[in-house]
């Protein structure tokens, strides 16, 4: 307790020399105190772009969604709207549209926030959250319905009315937004991890996605995204030969290789990362396509979730966040990467409050903001701003 709060003094000392406005920290003596204590090496300029989500810290107010959307503008070049919250199944299948006013009112928030000059990357996916099934419904009553007691509850990946719904969906998603890149599964080897089973009827829907998008759209990156570290034998529990099966049999249907990295997820929460990770699962790319990091994140704080057996404890604290970001962001540079994307904004200390302080994995990303629970800079958002500060030059 002593220690974080004398991290929060020390960031509120630091943070007064920019406030907590989205332009200040652009100030000559934020840049020279800065500039002092960052040990950085920066290139003369980046290959990649700098993504931000609008993931919310507290849904009390609009005023805090807003505030979310400002750090964006300011804190990123690039918007990353990632759907993981259910599809509108029935209206998708008969291409009901426009949708339910729930998803439209959604949507056209999202639309209207969208920075000028930002790239837009868009994720959606049928898979659920936990990535052991079908995606929920999203309706009128809210998204994240279950499939329960549904027509959809018993439908396979590869069944006649998931595809057409789900290639319904997503056409109407690019058409709306129009993205400059979309992902169409999020996470996909997660399937053969978690339901080997399905593996095969799964395989099915996104090659038919995939290959019914590029006949339509041919010049929009088309993807799905797999988790790094399963990808890696001995960095997860994952059956390494079941994963290299998984990525041998997409890779031919997917315009990128778009990695989701989170690696404190690796067997061993908070400890030391490999110097040779990125190295390990870019190596894997062996069709040389284009790559990216979907998204990512480090935790800056201590946090343990009860909710298991053992507790599960991610050590974080602010230093390795920097220290994450300065390796991640060399590595995004060397490897000519085409973007970068660190999911969370900001803490979402309040949230998870509203959510009645769960113990379970809804803890695990609280802490990983660029901005803590008080909405105070820390020290890795320096090192991203300093890569922000430079030309994309490709």
């Avoid at 790094?228 to 997860?236: A, N, T």
């Avoid at 390494?240 to 997917?254: F, G, K, R, W």
């Amino acid at each position: 307790m002593k220690q974080s709060f004398i991290v929060i003094i020390l960031a509120a000392a630091l943070t007064t020399f920019f406030s907590c406005s989205e332009t200040a920290d652009n100030s000559a003596a934020a840049l020279a105190l800065f500039g002092a204590i960052d040990n950085t090496v920066y290139p003369e300029s980046r290959e990649f772009y700098l993504g931000l989500t609008p993931f919310p810290f507290d849904v009390s107010g609009v005023d805090k969604v807003e505030w979310v959307y400002e750090k964006i503008a300011a804190d990123a070049d690039m918007m990353v709207h990632h759907f993981d919250n259910g599809i509108p199944w029935d209206d998708a299948l008969e291409d009901n549209y426009p949708y339910t006013t729930r998803i439209m009112d959604d949507w056209a928030f999202r639309k209207d926030h969208i920075p000028a000059g930002h790239k837009l990357y868009v994720a959606i996916t049928p898979i659920n959250s936990m990535r052991d099934g079908l995606a929920p419904i999203w309706n009128e009553t809210g998204d994240n319905q279950p499939l329960t007691g549904t027509d959809w509850e018993s439908r396979a990946f590869n069944d006649g009315n998931v595809k057409t719904a789900y290639l319904n969906y997503c056409k109407r998603v690019i058409d709306y937004f129009n993205p400059d890149y979309i992902a169409v599964g999020i996470e996909v080897n997660l399937v053969m991890a978690n339901i080997k089973p399905q593996w095969a009827t799964f395989l099915e829907l996104q090659q038919g996605i995939y290959t019914a998008l590029k006949t339509d759209y041919p010049s929009l990156p088309i993807f799905f995204t797999l988790t790094g570290i399963d990808l890696v034998e001995g960095y997860s529990g994952a059956n390494h030969e079941d994963q290299m099966i998984a990525l041998s049999q997409v890779i031919s249907y997917t315009d990128y290789y778009a990695i989701s990295l989170h690696p404190f997820f690796a067997e061993q929460p908070g400890a030391e990362l490999p110097a040779d990770m990125c190295d390990n699962i870019f190596a894997l790319n062996t069709g040389g396509k284009p790559a990216c990091i979907t998204e990512t994140s480090f935790p800056a704080e201590e946090t343990t979730m009860t909710a298991y057996n053992p507790d599960i404890t991610l050590a974080g604290n602010p230093a390795k966040q920097k220290e994450y970001f300065q390796f991640l962001l060399a590595e995004a540079q060397e490897k000519h990467l085409l973007f970068v994307v660190n999911f969370l904004v900001r803490d979402y200390d309040a949230l998870w409050a509203q959510m009645g302080y769960p113990e379970d994995i809804l803890k695990a990303w609280r802490d990983t903001g660029f901005y803590n629970g008080f909405g105070l800079a820390r020290p890795a958002l320096r090192v991203w701003k300093g890569y922000l500060g430079l030309p994309v030059v490709r």
